[in-house]
């Protein structure tokens, strides 16, 4: 099974509203990333966070790291149309550092 | 945008034929690997590569191999392709062990 599982699956909400997803994973981990992925695309990279640190922001993102909870949350604040995607986070999968495994993804929906 | 380029970008096959997808990079990284997408699976890693002739198993390997005889190069081979392998193909590409990781444009592969 899948080192991280993200939730929701799907999330929908308006223009301007923000927007959180959540990752579970179950190892332990050096670092944890966020990726999006614009339909038929590859993904990008968003942020990474390492494991001795409990938040990091980049623009209108938050992401928060609990180590103790095995979780993660990324927050996007003030959404756009644009950010409809879905974003992925992945994760290394401790002991093997360079093996680098991903959720199931959340698919978010802007309305306008 | 990172130099990463896979080929084909499409390819449609009859089961039990050999499939090889090429991954090239012109970045000189060391890492490398290969994901699968499916609906409702996010992406499965298959093998990865964290240097030349040094390969190891991801989630999902049964069914492929994989070879990277220099730095540029990664391939992917489904000795005997199956309709279970049908999926869009990820090559992503790093410099460092736990971070960023850079993705192609994918190759879709749909076995008949």
């Known amino acids: 099974s899948q080192q991280g599982e993200e939730d929701p699956q799907a999330l929908s909400i308006q223009e301007g509203e923000n927007a959180t997803m959540n990752c579970s994973y179950k190892?332990?981990?050096?670092?944890l990333q966020w990726y999006r992925q614009n339909s038929g695309r590859g993904l990008v990279h968003l942020i990474l966070?390492?494991?001795?640190?409990r938040e990091k922001h980049s623009g209108r993102l938050r992401v928060t790291l609990d180590t103790s909870k095995k979780s993660s949350s990324l927050l996007i604040t003030a959404s756009r149309a644009a950010d409809t995607a879905s974003y992925f986070c992945a994760t290394d999968a401790g002991s093997s550092a360079s093996k680098i495994i991903f959720g199931s993804g959340t698919r978010l929906s802007i309305r306008p | 945008d990172a130099g990463i380029t896979q080929s084909p970008r499409h390819k449609v096959t009859e089961t039990g034929t050999p499939v090889t997808l090429r991954c090239h990079q012109t970045e000189n990284h060391r890492y490398m690997y290969w994901y699968r997408q499916d609906p409702g699976h996010g992406l499965r890693l298959i093998h990865y590569s964290y240097g030349v002739k040094d390969t190891d198993k991801g989630e999902v390997s049964d069914g492929y191999s994989v070879s990277r005889s220099k730095t540029e190069d990664f391939l992917l081979t489904l000795e005997s392709a199956t309709s279970s392998q049908t999926s869009v193909y990820f090559c992503?590409?790093?410099?460092?062990?736990?971070?960023?990781?850079?993705f192609g444009e994918g190759s879709r592969l749909t076995v008949l």
């Open positions: 992503a590409i790093s410099g460092s062990p736990t971070g960023e990781l850079f």
């Open positions: 966070i390492r494991s001795n640190e």
């Open positions: 190892t332990s981990i050096n670092n």
